[in-house]
């Protein structure tokens, strides 16, 4: 079945410095989503990427969907405090579905 | 985008015993599911609620254990039963409000259970 990658399960950063978080599908997709979890509370959606090579920006986020429609990253620049949490991304396999296989999400931990 | 309430937030159960959870939307929507998030996990997918008939499973969930009802197209209720501490885990209920492949995930604040 298909199996969506994330990688690296945690990253440390000192507030202010970049953080790139990576997914990698073993098959295409038909798009892409983002979700951000907060310690404590439940996913929220960020954004979804659907055509190949998209690029798009909320703030200081910056979210890409690879050429082959199977890789995507998200970077966060010059990261503050309230960017904590656990970043999931989420795939649909292409063909159709209604079901994500959701990424085991990458937790950044920023410090002060 | 919809707007979820789980009931209760938090529980504490002995083992042995069955939990249900109450998940309510504030419009009708197409898709429910319920999923199971171990501290520190990702997202496990145990099911798809359907109205009207028996719910959808995945690989290693039965309905014995996670009886699922969906009465109607904003309410439906997961029963964790006959607990054990392996249970212990956040169950969330999510919708994807519209009708097409590849709709966006709107998850409820969960269920905190810890069986002991």
């Known amino acids: 079945g298909q199996q969506v990658m994330q990688i690296p399960q945690y990253q440390h950063v000192q507030e202010g410095e970049d953080f790139t978080t990576y997914c990698n599908s073993s098959t295409t997709l038909s798009n892409i989503q983002w979700y951000k979890q907060r310690p404590g509370g439940h996913p929220v959606f960020l954004i979804q990427l659907v055509k190949s090579g998209e690029v798009k920006k909320q703030k200081r986020l910056t979210f890409q969907f690879g050429e082959a429609k199977k890789n995507s990253s998200l970077h966060i620049t010059a990261t503050q405090t309230t960017d904590v949490g656990t970043y999931f991304c989420?795939?649909?396999?292409?063909?159709?579905?209604?079901?994500?296989?959701f990424g085991r999400g990458t937790s950044l931990i920023v410090h002060p | 985008s919809a707007v979820i309430s789980q009931k209760p937030s938090r529980d504490i159960c002995q083992r042995g015993t069955s939990l249900t959870i109450q998940c309510q939307v504030d419009?009708?929507?197409?898709?429910m599911f319920w999923y199971r998030q171990q501290p520190g996990q990702s997202l496990t997918l145990i099911a798809t609620a359907n109205q009207g008939s028996e719910a959808t499973y995945e690989s290693g969930f039965v309905i014995d254990k996670f009886p699922i009802s969906r009465p109607n197209l904003t309410f439906s209720t997961l029963t964790v039963s006959n607990m054990s501490p392996e249970d212990s885990s956040i169950y969330l209920c999510?919708?994807?409000?519209?009708?097409?492949?590849?709709?966006?995930?709107?998850f409820g604040p969960g269920t905190r259970l810890t069986v002991l």
């Open positions: 419009s009708q929507v197409t898709m």
């Open positions: 999510s919708v994807t409000p519209e009708q097409g492949f590849g709709d966006t995930q709107y």
């Open positions: 989420a795939g649909h396999a292409s063909g159709g579905s209604y079901i994500p296989t």
